[in-house]
Structure formats: structure tokens, C-alpha cells
């Protein structure tokens, strides 16, 4: 179901990106902001791994730097049948983890010192697996696509904001047709953006869920994971984890989740709604 979401969500935003040029610059205007929108996440699809993973000081280990890690994501990846990921581990007592790499084969799995010391055996295991489960779903590709796709809304809506302020757009098509070309645009300018971060907001918390599934049948245990989601969520209140908004969504639970501006824009879905549904698995 999680994948049918995603698909139908994707239609929704590429139809978008098409309405869009059309009130733009037809076409030619789509095709125009979706290159460039696409050049400027080409960078990110190859090399966003070692650019997030270097903004939070992350330091690769082997099996002598932490024996449990090490062994439970070799455990994993033999019951899904991954190759092995690159292992970091982030220095800051803040619970959290993600995962990155642009397929299965590039793929870099980083979690927190806090979350190491904090969760037992069981715990560690359900939030390795989610994180593996994004591996093997290729979420990064899914959500470098969207991001495409919604950048290239943004920057239509951007050029129609400049052109509604200079009346570069559509002057002469609004003497015959009263402003409906002008109106057209202010809604391109104003909606399309909005419409667009809400679709990716929700193609996001689709594949969380979808994460949380395949990690729960991954390690074989749903309520490994649900108890790791009920202390992280607690946890990302106390000592939330010094994120920045862009990578925001890569984390098992939200690290803006103790700013309250920034919860409004999840990412993520309601944690108790995951716990939920893990727990009905169980």
C-alpha cells in the first residue's frame, strides 16, 4: 500500500510540475525548470552521502571499533540479502540514525554514541533494520527524484512571483481576458510551492512507514523497533540532535521535533502512529 502511495503521489507532483509550465511558459517552461531543477540534484544523488555525512562529523569504524554494530548489520543484511554498508558513527549523545548512499552498493549506515549506549540488543537491531530497509527500498533515489521534481516548481513558482511583480507575464493576454492570465500566475506563485512541499512531505512519511515495515520483518521482531521509536522520540525532546532542515528528513525520528516551527513541516509521520502499527504487527 505504501508503495502505491508513493507512485500515486509522484503522478500528482509530476502533473503539477506540468500545470505549472503550462501557466508559466508552457512546455518549454517545465522542460526548462526541470533541467535545471535535475543539474542541481545530480550533485546530490552522487555525492550527498559524503557531504551529510562529513556535516555531522561522522567516523567510519570496522568490527574492532564496535563489535555489536558491526555484527547485528552483518546479521541483517544476510536476511535481506544487501552487501555490507559503510558503518559511521556520529559523536554526540543525542539518539538518532540514518541512512545514505545513492543504491544498495554505495550505501553508508551512520548512527549516534547516544543511540549505541542507550538501546539494548533488540532496539538496535529494529532501528539498524528500518535504516537497511531504506537501503534496500532505494529511498535516496525516491526522494532525490522528488526533490527534482519539486525544485522544479519552486523555481517556476519563483519566476512567476518576479514576473506578477514586473508584469512581465501575460500584459497582453490580460487585456482581452480581464486578468485571467495575471491570476493564473499569482496562483502558480503562491499554491504550486505549497502544493508541492505537502506532496513531498507526504512521500516522505510513506516511505518511513514503509521502512518501519520491512525493518520489523527484517530483524523479526516488530516491537524491537517500536520500543527504539518510543526512547528516540523522547529522547529527540530532551537533547534534540543539532540537524539542519535539509537534512532533517534522512533521521529515524525528526531532529527538529523539540522546535516546534519546524514539527509543523515533518518530514515524519506522527511517532505514535508508527508505534502503532509495529505494534499491531506484533
Known sequence: MNYFKTGVLLVALTLLL????????????????????MGM?????????????????????????????????????????????NLYIIPTQAMNAFA???NPNHAAVAVTEGLLKSLTHEELKGV??????????????????VATIAGA???????????AMFGGFGSHDDEDSGG????????????APIAALLIQMAISRSREYAADKG??????????????LEKLHQAARVRPLDAGTSSAHLFIVNPLSGRSFA????????????????????
Open 18 to 37: 506540468v500545470w505549472a509550465g503550462s501557466i508559466f511558459g508552457g512546455r518549454q517552461g517545465a522542460i526548462f525548470a526541470f533541467a535545471i531543477a
Open 41 to 85: 540534484n545530480f550533485f546530490s544523488y552522487w555525492y550527498s552521502d559524503k557531504v551529510v555525512l562529513r556535516i555531522y562529523k561522522a567516523r567510519q569504524i570496522t568490527q574492532q571499533d564496535s563489535p555489536e554494530y558491526y555484527a547485528l548489520v552483518r546479521e541483517l543484511i544476510a536476511n535481506a540479502n544487501l552487501p555490507m554498508p
Open 100 to 102: 545514505t548512499g545513492r
Open 128 to 145: 539498524l533494520a528500518h535504516e537497511l530497509s531504506h537501503v534496500k527500498n532505494r529511498d535516496i533515489l525516491i526522494s532525490t527524484i
Open 153 to 163: 516548481i519552486t523555481m517556476l513558482a519563483n519566476m512567476a512571483q518576479w514576473s
Open 180 to 191: 485571467g492570465g495575471m491570476i493564473a500566475l499569482l496562483v502558480l506563485a503562491i499554491v
Open 215 to 228: 525493518g520489523a520483518i527484517m530483524a523479526h521482531n516488530p516491537s524491537g523497533l517500536a520500543s527504539a
Open 263 to 282: 514539527s509543523l513541516f515533518s518530514t515524519h509521520p506522527p511517532v505514535e502512529e508508527r508505534i502503532k502499527r509495529l505494534r499491531s504487527m506484533a
